[in-house]
């Protein structure tokens, strides 16, 4: 083989360059697994391939015009280097895109790759988009071996097919991206979280839409029953379930704001302002979903409408699991025993809802037996398997990663 390969951990092929993994993958005879570090490893399905390919090695940041609010860098840059060198600058990633390291059991840093793959995004999803409504360009190698090209490096980009779309999210399964491009956007001066304990989860979520429709510009809304606010030190002190609610912006606004806010959700309770020192510690603990760290063998994420979010929750029962709401209660994360009769609960509450679901972490037995997202109607399937086909005709690129068939 002509390809380049960097230093490789074992079991493990890292291309040193673009040019190397393109050789790579268009003189394979062979599935491959496609990762970055390695970190969404118990995501979804079991790739069926043994030959395991990374992108690690394809990394730095190749552009940064911070005036331009434009980010490019190679898919194997870890996101925490991303993240410093915007920080520099007093800028941010829109998208807020979580590091579910520690809920997923995996180590080590993950890369902007895997993140856009995976259309990982925070708390700030619900008032500014997912992580694919910030990608202006990419970078890939199909599964031809051929390099394919979307978007650019400027703001208003109208150039050929909006393939990042497509892209992100797709988990490796129609090209391996190696370069992004992302808008960034300057990072809030303060924050501060407007918090109301005691309310059942339908109150709650009429209270967090209270505040996503009020003036005052709120960024991320949250529950957290007990058992979850107990695990996040910053909530733990008011002993109860909370709802919270963050607004971050200039000093004097956000306080402003926060204030009114504040007055305007006494409606349903009794409400604390918390402020900028204590909103730095609750908002990464819920956008990383630690309070369900350790609660159980197999995550599940299940996005619904928000009024249905409690409902979600309703249909667990006394099956032991445990949960909390994001997203306005559009976002619920779930951790319980990984065996089927709750996943496939889990699943039906999803359908019920007219939402979807994910299934994070699990076992690798459970993974294969189940399906890890939704079954798609025959005409999207048929849509789904034309788009695989003309990406990757071989089907060499991280098969039955989303579907077993594919």
Not at 170 to 178: D, H, P
Not at 280 to 290: G, M
Not at 390 to 397: C, I, K, T
């Amino acid at each position: 083989m002509s390809a380049v390969l960097a230093a490789a951990r074992p079991n493990e092929e890292a291309p040193a360059d673009e040019a190397a993994l393109v050789a790579l993958i268009a003189e394979t005879a062979e599935p491959l697994m496609i990762v970055g570090n390695n970190t969404k490893a118990l995501l979804l399905r079991p790739a069926e391939a043994s030959r395991r390919v990374s992108t690690r090695a394809l990394d730095g940041i190749t552009l940064y015009a911070p005036k331009e609010l434009i980010l490019s860098a190679r898919a194997g840059t870890p996101l925490a280097a991303v993240e410093a060198a915007v920080a520099q600058q007093g800028q941010h990633l829109i998208a807020e895109p979580p590091d579910l390291g520690a809920l997923l059991g995996t180590e080590g840093p993950q890369t902007l790759g895997g993140v856009v793959a995976a259309n990982q995004s925070g708390p700030r999803r619900v008032a500014w988009g997912a992580m694919r409504d910030h990608v202006m360009g990419v970078r890939a190698v199909n599964g031809r071996g051929e390099v394919i090209r979307s978007g650019g490096r400027v703001l208003k980009n109208v150039t050929g097919l909006d393939l990042c779309k497509l892209l992100t999210g797709s988990y490796g399964t129609l090209a391996v991206m190696t370069e992004i491009t992302l808008k960034t956007l300057p990072a809030p001066e303060r924050r501060a979280t407007v918090a109301v304990g005691g309310l059942d989860p339908a109150a709650a979520v009429r209270a967090l839409a209270a505040a996503l429709g009020s003036p005052y510009g709120v960024s991320a809304a949250a529950y957290l029953p007990l058992a979850a606010s107990a695990k996040v030190p910053a909530l733990a002190w008011l002993g109860k379930a909370v709802a919270v609610a963050r607004i971050e912006d200039f000093a004097t606004s956000t306080s402003y704001r926060a204030g009114r806010l504040r007055e305007e959700l006494r409606a349903f309770g009794a409400a604390e302002i918390l402020d900028d020192e204590a909103s730095r510690a609750v908002w990464p603990a819920i956008r990383d979903a630690r309070p369900l760290v350790g609660a159980g063998a197999a995550v599940w994420r299940v996005s619904v409408r928000p009024s249905a979010g409690p409902a979600v929750v309703a249909a667990l029962g006394d099956t032991g699991a445990a949960w909390f709401l994001d997203w306005g209660g559009g976002l619920v994360w779930i951790a319980g025993p990984a065996d089927a009769s709750l996943h496939d609960r889990i699943a039906a509450s999803a359908r019920a809802a007219g939402g979807t679901w994910t299934l994070m972490r699990a076992p690798d037995p459970l993974r294969r037996a189940v399906d890890v997202v939704p079954p798609e109607p025959a005409p999207l399937a048929r849509i789904t398997r034309e788009v695989k086909a003309a990406f990757d005709p071989r089907g060499v690129l991280n098969p039955g990663r989303m579907f077993a068939s594919l």
